[in-house]
């Protein structure tokens, strides 16, 4: 069971990235998928989730600018982030809630760094 993140880099402020977070082992079929992401010196922060029913979520910060999707076919998750600027840059980590429910994550991957420069 394994989730892998990809798809980080660096990218000039107002620029675009899609982040994927493939799973292997296990199908995300009612999974819900969650996104998060950690800056130096923060605590990590969830941003956006999409429930076993396939409702999204967005934290604030990211709401009209990020947008969770899921390709079944892929088994993979897409985080596609728009608009970026500096205070986006983290590490950005998915997991996996096999109640579908966006909370109590069973599986975790090791994360794909964002860096948006100024």
């Known amino acids: 069971v394994q989730l892998v993140e990809s798809g980080g880099g660096v990218v000039q402020t107002g620029g675009s990235l899609r982040i994927s977070c493939a799973a292997s082992?296990?199908?995300?079929?009612?999974?819900?998928i969650g996104w998060f992401r950690q800056a130096p010196g923060n605590e990590r922060e969830p941003i956006s989730c999409i429930s076993g029913d396939r409702t999204t979520y967005y934290t604030d910060s990211v709401k009209g600018r990020f947008t969770i999707s899921v390709d079944r076919a892929k088994n993979t998750v897409y985080l596609e982030m728009n608009n970026l600027t500096p205070q986006d840059t983290a590490l950005y980590l998915c997991?996996?809630?096999?109640?579908?429910?966006?909370?109590?994550?069973?599986?975790w991957g090791q994360g794909t760094q964002v860096t948006v420069s100024s």
């Open positions: 997991a996996a809630d096999s109640y579908g429910l966006c909370s109590g994550y069973d599986y």
């Open positions: 082992g296990f199908s995300l079929d009612n999974y819900a």
